[in-house]
C-alpha cells in the first residue's frame, strides 16, 4: 500500500495540476468585455465567479470521486436522469468547448495580423485551424513538456502585461467603478468564466492524489484562489492603465492597447504577442485532441446500429471526430462575430452540463445527512445566475434580427 501511495501526488502538484486545468488562452479575450461594458466594477464579476467556481469544483469533485468511471458528464448525470439526459449533458458541454474554440480561432487571426498585416485575420485564422487539424489528423498530441512550455507561455504575457500596466497605472481610472450599473456586472459573468473552463478535469483527482479527501478540497481551493488572483489582477492592471476612450477608439484588442500606451516598446510588445499566439493555438491544439476523444466516446454511447456498425468498421475513429470537431469550429468561427455572444453560449452549454452532473448529489441521500449538499445548492444557484443572464444576452441578440 506505501509503495502506491509513494506514486501518488501531494497537494502542491494537484494545486499546479488545477492550475494548468484552469489557466487558458480564453483570458485575453476577457479584458476588452470587462472595460467597454463593466468598467472597474468588472473586478466584482472575478470575485463572485471565483466563488461560484469553488463551489462547482467542489460539487463536481464529490461526484467524481462518487463515479470515477469513463464517461464524465454523461456518467454523473446518467445517475438520475439516464442514458438519454447524460446524452444530453455531454453532448452540451462538447458543443460549449467547440463555441469556445471558435472564439479562439478568431483570437488567434487577429494576433497573427500583428505579423502578418497584409493577411486577412479571418485568413489567417483559418489557416491556424486547418494545420491544427492536420496535427491532430496525424496523432501528434501535446507531450507534458508542451503543456508545460503552454502554460508557461499562457502566464508569461499576463504577468509582463502586468508590470508594464502597473507602471503607468493611473488609479483615477477606477472612477466611476460602475459606469454602466451594477446589473452588468451579472451579465460579464459569462465572459468571467471563459477563462476558468478545465477546471472541471482537476476535480477528478482522487484516483491519483495521496488522502484525496482531505487534499483535493484543498488543491481545488488554493487553484482556484490563485487563478482568481492572477485574473483579477491582470484584468485590474489593464483597468487601470486605459481609458474607456481607447476602447472605444480601436479594435480593443490587447496587442493594440498596449501599442498605443507604450510605443517606444514594440519588442516587448512583439513578445507578448507571440506568447499570446503560442498559448492560444496550444490550447486549440490540446482540446481538438481531447474533445475528439471524447466525441469519439461519445458516438459509442448512442444507441443506434447503424452508429456503432460504423464503429466496428473504423469508419467513424479518431480521424473523423477531429474532422466533426474541426467542421464544427470552423462553423461557429464563420458565423457568430459577436464576442459577447460567444461568451454566453458557451457559458450556457458548459455550465447545463455543470448542473446536470451536480444534480446527482441531490439525489444520494449521504450528502444531504452530512450537510455537503448546501454547497451543491449554492453551486447549482450560482450557476443558475450565470445562466439566467448568458441566456438574456442571446434574447438581447436574437432581437436585434427580428
Not at 463515479?67 to 448525470?77: I, K, L, V
Request: proline share 3%; with cysteine; glycine share 6%.
Amino acid at each position: 500500500m506505501s509503495t502506491n501511495n509513494s506514486k501518488k501526488i501531494g497537494v502542491s502538484t494537484a494545486t499546479i495540476t488545477g492550475m494548468n486545468a484552469m489557466i487558458g488562452a480564453g483570458i485575453f479575450a476577457a479584458p476588452a468585455v470587462m472595460a467597454s461594458n463593466v468598467g472597474p466594477a468588472g473586478i466584482l464579476a472575478y470575485i463572485f465567479v471565483v466563488i461560484s467556481v469553488w463551489f462547482i469544483a467542489q460539487s463536481l469533485a464529490r461526484v467524481a470521486k462518487l463515479f470515477p468511471q469513463e464517461g464524465s458528464f454523461y456518467t454523473y448525470t446518467k445517475q438520475w436522469g439516464g442514458h438519454s439526459m447524460g446524452m444530453i449533458a455531454n453532448g452540451s458541454y462538447i458543443i460549449g468547448v467547440l463555441t469556445a474554440m471558435g472564439l479562439l480561432t478568431q483570437f488567434a487571426g487577429k494576433f497573427l495580423q500583428y505579423f502578418f498585416p497584409a493577411w486577412s485575420a479571418s485568413s489567417l485564422g483559418l489557416i491556424a485551424l486547418g494545420i491544427i487539424l492536420i496535427i491532430n489528423i496525424l496523432g501528434v498530441s501535446m507531450s507534458q513538456l508542451g503543456q508545460r512550455i503552454l502554460i508557461f507561455l499562457t502566464i508569461f504575457p499576463m504577468l509582463t502585461t502586468i508590470v508594464m500596466c502597473l507602471s503607468k497605472a493611473d488609479f483615477s481610472l477606477l472612477t466611476p467603478f460602475a459606469p454602466f450599473g451594477f446589473t452588468n456586472i451579472l451579465k460579464a459573468t459569462s465572459a468571467v468564466i471563459f477563462g476558468f473552463f478545465g477546471f472541471e478535469s482537476a476535480a477528478s483527482l482522487f484516483t491519483v492524489v495521496k488522502n484525496p479527501e482531505k487534499n483535493v478540497p484543498k488543491a481545488l481551493t488554493y487553484s482556484i484562489t490563485l487563478v482568481g488572483i492572477l485574473y483579477i489582477v491582470f484584468i485590474g492592471s489593464i483597468i487601470i492603465l486605459t481609458p474607456m476612450d481607447i476602447f472605444a477608439g480601436t479594435e480593443p484588442l490587447l496587442t493594440n492597447i498596449l501599442k498605443i500606451t507604450f510605443p517606444n516598446h514594440p519588442w516587448i510588445i512583439s513578445i507578448v504577442t507571440l506568447s499570446i499566439i503560442s498559448a492560444i493555438l496550444g490550447t486549440i491544439h490540446s482540446i481538438v485532441w481531447g474533445i475528439s476523444n471524447l466525441m469519439l466516446s461519445f458516438f459509442k454511447k448512442i444507441r443506434n446500429n447503424y452508429i456503432q456498425n460504423l464503429i466496428e468498421k473504423n469508419i467513424i475513429n479518431k480521424k473523423i471526430t477531429v474532422l466533426l470537431a474541426g467542421a464544427f469550429i470552423f462553423a461557429s468561427y464563420t458565423t457568430i462575430h459577436n464576442i459577447n455572444l460567444f461568451f454566453s453560449l458557451t457559458a450556457i452549454f458548459i455550465v447545463f452540463a455543470y448542473v446536470t452532473s451536480m444534480m446527482t448529489l441531490l439525489f444520494i441521500k449521504q450528502e444531504w445527512d452530512n450537510k455537503q449538499n448546501v454547497i451543491t445548492m449554492l453551486a447549482i444557484a450560482t450557476s443558475m445566475i450565470m445562466l439566467i443572464f448568458a441566456t438574456q444576452a442571446i434574447a438581447q441578440e436574437l432581437t436585434k434580427f427580428i
